[in-house]
């Protein structure tokens, strides 16, 4: 795979993630670039290791990761975006209330939700020769510049939009694992 064909998938791979972040950024108190640099590093991270999984898994057996990695997205995602909206249904938190750190653990768990794709593609690339490991760093880079603008862009989102914006995020973190579904599936594309 060339430099160029890397880059866009490193991009493509990232932007899932990317709308998770506006949303995550969108529910912080004014989240200073701090902490969406550290949202960024935490998807990055993430993002980077599950195509690595995907490959090695893809070596061994990849009828089995392709066979479920849509469900798992869809569930995940389902369940933050559900959780999202709920959360923009509540009486709203004065500005001064809102957490100004998200947690480690639903960081992760949402990191990883975006992320099972890369696992997937992942698994295909094991049959191509391509560099898994530059690959995966590319995602993972990527990954963790979008995540952090993301991020930043929630906060300016967040000021303007509200709770609207969370129930938003919620949304569009509902209609990613839906999407993801519907093109495993064979609804759509």
Request: hydrophobic share 55%; proline share 3%.
């Amino acid at each position: 795979m060339n430099p160029v064909a890397t880059l866009f998938l490193a991009f493509a791979m990232s932007t899932d993630a990317f709308a998770a972040a506006i949303g995550k950024g969108a529910t912080l108190h004014r989240p200073h670039w701090r902490e969406a640099l550290r949202t960024g590093l935490i998807f990055g991270a993430i993002e980077a290791l599950t195509p690595l999984i995907g490959w090695f898994l893809g070596k061994a057996a990849a009828q089995y990761v392709s066979a479920w990695d849509h469900w798992i997205a869809f569930a995940l995602l389902l369940v933050l975006g559900a959780r999202m909206v709920r959360n923009g249904f509540r009486t709203p938190q004065a500005e001064e209330e809102k957490p100004v750190t998200h947690s480690f653990w639903l960081l992760a768990v949402t990191g990883f939700a975006t992320s099972i794709d890369a696992m997937a593609v992942g698994a295909g690339l094991a049959f191509v020769d391509v560099n898994i490991y530059s690959t995966a760093a590319a995602i993972g880079l990527a990954t963790t510049l979008m995540v952090t603008i993301g991020v930043l862009l929630g906060r300016v989102i967040g000021h303007v939009a509200g709770r609207r914006a969370e129930m938003a995020g919620g949304v569009v973190l509902i209609a990613i694992g839906c999407t993801i579904l519907a093109e495993h599936l064979q609804i759509i594309g």
